[in-house]
């Protein structure tokens, strides 16, 4: 993993702060590769089993009204399920979350 830190206008700081900011640095880079590798470890998504069914029926490629219509819920809500979905999952779209379930195994 690589992290990049844009200081704009840190040119014009004084040596102080240029200084400070160039010792913290490597400390910020790797307390944020700590954080990605906690906040992905596999051991740590935990879905419901409602959740559970859903990702199941977008495996195999069923869209929110479909799934609605199979769990006689609201698209609304299978809408709402799917999103906590992709946030526990750390992806934006079904296309993402496909990928992110299989590279955990989940399906």
Known sequence: MATYFSFAGVQDAPEFYTRRIRVLAP???????????????????????KEKEIIY????GKQNSEIAMILDKSSNTVRNQVQQIFIKLGV???QGAMMRIQELQLS
């Open 27 to 49: 400390f910020l880079h790797n307390a944020l590769i700590k954080l990605d590798e906690h906040v992905n470890t596999p051991q740590k998504i935990h879905f419901s089993d």
């Open 57 to 60: 029926w977008l495996m195999i």
């Open 92 to 94: 934006n779209n079904r």
